[in-house]
Every structure is written in C-alpha cells, then in structure tokens.
C-alpha cells in the first residue's frame, strides 16, 4: 500500500466532492472489504458518487486478481506472457514474418534486415510499448543492427512492419490503433467478455494510453465504438485532433473475423483462459499483435463512458 498516494487521492477527492476526508478513507474501506476496490479503483471510477449497487456492477482490481487465479494455470502463463514463446504459438493469428536474434543465427537475421525497409525490434518482455523500437534497415549496417540488437540484455526479436487498414488508419495513421478484446475460456467454451479500442495521438508511433493515447469503449458484438474517446487526463475527443475523424458510431471493419480469430486463438493454450487480445486491422484481415494473461480492468468501464453508472463486471459471469 502506497499511503502517501492514497492520501494524495483522498485530497483529491475531497477537493473535487466536498466529503469529508473521514468519509472518504472508511468508504474506501468499504469498497475494498465488500468490492475488492483498491483506492485506485475508487478514485478512478468515482466510487465516492455511486451506491453500492452501482459499484456491484464494476470490474475492480480485486475481482480482475480472482478471475487471473481462477482461469490461468501460472504453470503456462510465460507462453502469453513472453512475446517469442507466444509468436512460436500464435503464428497463424499474426499475419507478419518474424525472426528471433540470437549468436547462432547471425547471417540469417542479416539476410532479414536487408529484406526490409523498417522492422520493428521488440524484447521477449515488456509492456506499454517500452520495448519496441522501429528500425530503419537502410540507416546503418546490417550486421551493425544485429550486434546491437544481439548484446541487449533481453532477447530481442524483429517483426515485419503492420499495414494498416485504410478506414483505421484514415482516423489516425501515425501508430497501428488496437482494439483489446477480453475473453474467457472454460471447459472449451469461449465466452467474449468486453471490448475497447485506442488510438494513438500527438504523432506518437504508438496508441498506448499511458503513452497519450486514448481509449473508447467498443460494443463487443459489433465492434462499433459507443462513445467518445478519452485521455489520460480525462479530456474527450468527438473527433480526433490531429485529422478530424469521428469516432463514435466508427465500425471496425471485419468484426466477425476478429471474434473468430480471437475465439480459436483462446484455445490455443486451454491452461490459460482469461486473456485480453490485442487485434489490429490490416486490408487483409485482423491480426492479433499479443495476448495479455493478466488484462486490465479499468479502460472499459471509465466515468465518463459509463453514463448509467453501471460497470461491466456483469458480462464477466460465465
């Protein structure tokens, strides 16, 4: 427990809301015995204004861990987790060559650096796009590539770059904007759970939301976007600054593809059954760039998308 951040959201809220600081600390008690909210969870999805039937309805940090320790076998999460055991696994859901860089292959990821015009280098470990680096093939020697790449402390492996599909990339073009798409998987039935999407913003080459992307909630059925995107510091955007496209009522092309894919790919490793997939678009169809064993649980169910006041803790039952 972080107290000098917890009192920091405390003041926070009492600023924003006018209760005492008394009240806040025992309600944020409460919701963390009865909810499994940390206070994180209560001043992210503004607790402090609903009941308790309303907070019933939210996903919390504390029921996202149980439903981590009920699906997934930890015995069998590193082949998510580790991003080469999950391409060796999932190649048939990636849609693009890739190589791994280690000493003994030297001359064959040579001859694959001098087959492109950028790749991208990613870390077998690493989240929020902080392993990721695109690579120009033509700014330097090859060779110079691979032993800079080879001696890094991770192991390090090269994708081909994702092409966009033109309706995605028309809304912002800068970064590959994903969709995460959470699934659960029991005795070999597949249930889809909840769906959001992000885009990438400021020019940024990435659609992480703590990388100033920003995040919408999408009808997991259809795939349409059901409202207005938000930031990080909660600023919501009609229409994406940089070119003017509309989000909400934006169809993600493909949609059935993306839940057939998803649905096969959720049995590829039965041991680990709650998993949240990131899927990009390309002219040729969804492609799925990573799995995540441990999905988070707050971008779907944000204040300002939840106008109802009821979260999507609901679709999780299965």
């Keep these: 427990m972080d ?3 917890m009192n920091a959201k405390i003041k926070d809220i009492h600023e924003k809301s006018g209760k005492s600081r008394v009240w806040i600390f025992f309600d944020m008690v409460h919701c963390g015995r009865k909810f499994g909210a940390g206070y994180m969870d209560y001043w992210l999805y503004e607790m402090y204004n609903l009941n308790d039937a309303e907070r019933d309805t939210y996903i919390t940090r ?7 320790k009920r699906y997934n076998d930890p015995n069998y999460t590193d082949l998510i987790d580790n991003k080469i055991e999950f391409n060796k696994r999932f190649g048939e859901f990636l849609g693009r060559r890739w190589i791994e860089i280690r000493k003994d292959n030297k001359q064959e990821v ?7 015009d950028f790749l991208m280098a990613k870390a077998d470990l690493g989240s929020c796009g902080k392993t990721v680096e695109k690579i120009d093939c033509k700014a330097e020697p090859a060779e110079a590539i691979y032993e800079r790449l080879v001696n890094m402390e991770r192991p390090h492996f090269f994708e081909e770059m994702i092409v966009q599909h033109p309706a995605v990339s028309a809304i912002y073009p800068y970064a590959i904007n994903t969709v995460r ?18 885009f990438g913003n400021y020019g940024h080459s990435v659609d992480n939301f703590n990388s100033g992307g920003m995040t919408a909630p999408v009808d ?8 207005y995107p938000i930031d990080k510091t909660k600023v919501l955007y009609e229409k994406h600054p940089m070119t003017g496209a509309v989000f909400k009522g934006f169809v993600f092309p493909m949609w059935d593809q993306v839940i057939e894919m998803c649905t096969k790919a959720a049995m590829v490793v039965p041991q680990v059954g709650f998993i949240g997939w990131d899927v990009c678009f390309t002219p040729d ?12 649980h707050d971008l779907y169910q944000l204040p300002e ?3 109802d006041k009821k979260g999507i803790w609901p679709k999780y039952q299965f």
């Excluded at 169809?285 to 988070?296: C, F, H, L, R, S």
């Design 3 to 5: 107290y000098k951040a």
């Design 220 to 227: 997991e059925k259809t795939g349409e976007i059901t409202d």
């Design 285 to 296: 169809g969804p492609v799925i760039v990573e799995g995540n064993d441990y999905p988070g």
């Design 305 to 307: 998308h939840t106008h």
């Design 62 to 68: 504390g029921r996202n861990y149980e439903l981590v």
């Design 181 to 198: 798409l959470v699934t659960i998987q029991r005795d070999g039935k597949v249930h889809v759970a909840s769906a959001c999407c992000r």
């Design 110 to 116: 040579i001859d694959f650096i001098n087959e492109h």
